[in-house]
């Protein structure tokens, strides 16, 4: 990893005075990633030049770019090997340290959208990018070179801050006395930033309660109009509504993901039971933290139950419930496993009514941009017709299918309801 | 001399007063383990055994200790005074919960004896109106015992001269081992059940190889013959060369001879007609013998006439017999006015085959290792014996519709698997060793088998994971084919294989011949499947893929000399990149690309401060090898990339048959396998990849160090080594070491790690973990093939591929 810094102010090898390192002499420093030498390959009246080489010694983890992409380990050895010269402060120059002069800095590999970062500041950023090998189009670095006329200090200490930011990834461990490095680094910059807050954010490693001893939270603009209620919502309302006309007070949120659905249902005292069920042990775990299940008093508490459970597996758990809700579920399954669905929850668990939420995918044309399907993890989406195909094919169950959302008069709704319930036996 | 004869399973409660000798009596007859007594459950929660006050909360936990072992086929004998009837009353609850028969031991020692020994006792306090009145509760007792349940009752007066013996219960016939010949029900279609005993090889009453008919019950009604059929069963019977289990007909039948009020409906009245013509002689005795069920065959076999439960197998009770000549029902009922079955067979995970009738059926169909042989001859179906051990099915078909059937006939909804199968701890017998599945890993499995694996009717095996060979100490080597012959050569293998390692995506290529082949083998129709090491669909549509092996297979003449319909294959699938090109790109393209420009860039500025007479030649030479490692590193990975559109550019290397037709080659010889795919490439080399490969013994370390030399100089990823002759799964040789270039290894450890500074501390990884792993993933995934292609049932192969799939999910270094 190298960085270069150039000056062709008269005489360029002042340089070598605001660095506090003699143009003719090999500087080496221990840093904590590996061995720093700081050199001049160029040392002129007209031109200076001062590198930085960081040789980053191959770390614990198999392959990544920390040896040769600019991070926040060359910031940290800036830091480190040109103390004085990020505090603009000169024992030999110190009119010049105060002084604008002209400065040229190159990295040849950086990450990153950096004209979004430098341009704002006044630099000329020239970046080219990286290719990768043909055919795969350009990496994700550019070599970068920053032209313009800055203090020394201005223009390291933005370097500094914006290495990391670029990277988005801190490799090392965020202490809240980074708040006083970020807000001394960033002095007579930061605050005119226009992506301040990202700035701080990504520096800060997105925690939010440093990020806001740094930038002010926005204020909510009280104008602002009010926006449509999401889908999600009007979907759930739809699945309440369902539950409540078929009388249910014992029910199964099966694929209960994050917990949204039980939140609402926990808040209705109609439900008695209600036991949310997911295959991922990791959405059970951020239900769990967003319903406060610790913190709820024992009488609510025993409402809930969360357990993980799979729907292509029978499961005796499962038996003997009002209803059970599949909201947006069965698309994340590939249509050969439907059949082991089917199986499991209308051939043995039972429940006298299963709700079925899926997207219309004929709706989808109506979404802007919407190019394949809603989400990344969805196996299919289904037209009213197929919906209705597949629902009507389950045995012991009579259906009604409602839209949700607002429909549109040929396309139908943005989402599909389906209402089993079973049929009788005397 | 009195003589106790006891069940062999039984809750035994010991009844008598305080000082009537029970728990000598208990020491002197039965094991210490056998006996739970309520003084020590007192003594064992309140620190005394005379502690009144912790009476209730000990025969809580009695009750509760008695119930696990019952649940576990163990006798158990009750100390405790159980002169009170409520006592008792708990008793007989806990054994009809767990289907055994209650017994009552009474101790009648004489009231002055028992007075005698309580005074003697130090830490008994009580007075004797205590006792009178225990006393007097026991009189009263005695006469009420059988009918409170228990099914024998002795009185012993003096316990000095009782001889305690058992009795197998009468459906315990776990001696007869075979071979049998299990008839369907008959309904009085005698000429279609001479058929087919005539079809079997039976002459007569008997079989000339000496096999036993075992009935299912339901001979009689609805058919045209009930007299001559019950005279054959019968006198098959009383030769000893058949056993017949009672079905819900006999019961219904022997009710109504004994005069009880019976609706004469489902083809009874039949029945009472042929009868009348044509009387059976010690008909209602016979019936009366007629048992349950009957477990045959060490406990393998259980014959019952509507099936049962494994927690039924061998027990006896009510419900029991109920379950047998029932079946379960939900309670509810169905269009046709006739009973809702519970299908338990769905459910069934006992060991035991279970063989029955009662439902009739399109056709005699495997479930859980459970089959119903009804096919409703009746009905004008077929009637169907199956041959044990053989497994074989042999049918006739009815002469005529003897009875309109009363519904249409049910199809089986199929073998499910149950959640419980695969969740929490599980410690699982492979039959070559034993492996511990925690229960993070097995959730972590869940959702991948259930978010993304293909049906599991298709996915009998997982490929194991393969572990490294011992780290090398040849400079400049992590791995090298000194050790991986070393490491054989240390457990006794001298003949290896050494195979090309081929770099793609491993796939595990399952074909059918016929979609029709693919159903009778695995349930499910089709062309076949293909999956990833993590059961996934390798492709979003197999067919091309399929058809090209398909072909291929046809030409190699493999159906033939396999004897099969389907075959699954062992393989990696080339390029890497079809894959795997986002990693490539996101991770060595983009290392490559960033050290690409930065290398050079720091070579440059570094040779301009030499130029000015800087000494940074050390630096420079740093710098300069990191270059060279790079170079490397990015030939490695470029190698395995190249553009594929659709089946244009992908390669197969098949390296292993791994099962066909009763056929599991995953324990096979190493040439066995290389001979059948050499066939499969040979008959379509433009999609097929060889394998290169040499055979060497353990010592020929020169020879395989040239080979492997030439075969990774440029970032060939290495070779696997394997025993010649196959591995044993139960055994300790690993099944395959593998053994990567040193070139291929910059994609793994980074393109540094041949620095000795590195090297040094990459030598210290630990193997243990993984070497365990392979072999118990090696254990599971031959097993696996074992049971599917001995036609065990899904659940059986599934938790084993399972368990694949969970062990994958254990922390171990990725690298290795």
Known sequence: MILTVSTTHRPATDLGYLLVKHPDRVHTFRTSSGDATVFFPEATQERCTAALVLDVEPGREFVNDRAFAASSLLAAALNQVFRSALRGFSKDRPELAGTAIPLEISIPAVPGDVAKFFGPLGWTVTASPIRLEEPWG?????????????????????????????????????????????????????????????????????????????????????????????????????????????????????????????????????????????????????????????????????????????????DDRLRGYDAAVLMEVVEHLDEPRLPALVDAVFGHAQPETVIVTTPNREFNVRYEGLTGMRHGDHRFEWTRAEFRAWAEGIAGYSVAFEGVGDADELLGAPTQLAVFTRKEKS | MTSVVLPELSLVALVGISGSGKSTFARTHFKPTQVLSSDAFRAMLADDENDQSATAEAFDALHYVAGKRLKAGRLTVVDATNVQEHARASLVKVAREHDVLPVAIVLDTDLDTCWERTEARTDRDFGKGVLVRQHRALRKSVKRLAQEGFRKVFVVADPSTVEVSYQKLYNDRKELTGPFDIFGDVHGCYDELVA???????????????????????????????????????????????????????????????????????GLAETLEQLEASPVEGLEGFLDGLVSHYVLDGGNLVVAHAGCKEAFQGRASGRVRAFCLYGETTGETDEYGLPVRYPWANEYRGRAMVVYGHTPVPRAEWVNNTICLDTGCVFGGAMTALRYPERQLVSVPAAREYYAPARPLETPRGEGLLLTDVTGRRSIDTGYGRTTVSAESAAAALEVMSRFALDPRWLRWLPPTMAPSSTSTVEGYLEHPAQALADYAKVGVTEVVCQEKHMGSRAVILVARTPEAAEAAFGIAGPGAVWTRTGRPFFADAGPMLDRVRAAVDKAGLWESLGTGWVMFDAEIMPWSAKALGLIRDRYASVGAAAGAALPRALAVLDAAAGRGLDVAALRDRIATRAGHMESFRRAYRQYCWPVDGLEGLRVAPFAVLAAAGLNGVTRPNDWHLEHVDRLVAADPELFAPTRRIVANVADVDAVTDWWLALTANGGEGMVVKPLAGADPAGRVQPGLKCRGREYLRLIYGPDYTLPAQLSKLRRRGLGRKWHLARAEYQLGAAALDRFVAGEPLWRTHELVFAILACESEPVDPRL
């Not at chain 1, 009280?222 to 009007?234: I, M, S, T």
């Not at chain 1, 917990?259 to 036991?275: F, K, Q, S």
């Not at chain 2, 098959?236 to 004994?258: D, I, P, Q, Y």
Request: some cysteine.
């Open chain 1, 138 to 314: 350009d990496s994700r670095y550019v070599d970068l070179t920053l032209s313009g006329t800055f203090r020394l200090s201005e223009a390291l200490n933005q370097v500094y801050v914006l290495l990391p930011v670029l990277d988005d990834e801190k490799h090392y461990w965020v202490a809240p006395d980074e708040v006083d490095k970020l807000l001394r680094a960033g002095t007579g910059w930061l605050a005119t930033h226009p992506e301040k807050r990202l700035i701080a954010r990504r520096y800060l490693a997105h925690q939010r309660a440093l990020v806001n001893q740094v930038i002010e939270p926005e204020e909510p603009d009280e104008q602002r109009p009010e926006r449509p209620r999401p889908l999600a919502a009007v979907r759930r309302a739809a699945v309440r509504a369902a539950l409540e006309r078929a009388g249910a007070t014992r029910v199964l949120d099966l694929g209960c993901g994050q917990g949204a659905l039980l939140a609402e249902l926990l808040a209705d005292r109609r439900y008695t039971e209600i036991v949310g069920v997911d295959v991922s042990p990791g959405a059970l775990e951020t239900a769990a933290k967003r319903l406060r299940l610790e913190r709820l008093p024992e009488r609510q508490r025993a409402r809930l139950r969360m357990f993980q459970g799979s729907l292509v597996y029978r």
């Open chain 2, 196 to 266: 087919l005993m005539g079809k079997l090889g039976w002459e007569g009453t008997t079989h000339p190889e000496g096999r036993t008919a075992v009935f299912v019950g339901d001979l009689v009604d609805r058919g045209p013959n009930a007299p001559a059929v019950l005279r054959l069963v019968m006198e098959m019977v009383a030769a000893g060369t058949a056993l017949c289990v009672s079905g819900n007909h006999e019961a219904k039948l022997l009710r109504k001879l004994r005069g009880r009020n019976v609706r004469v409906s489902h």
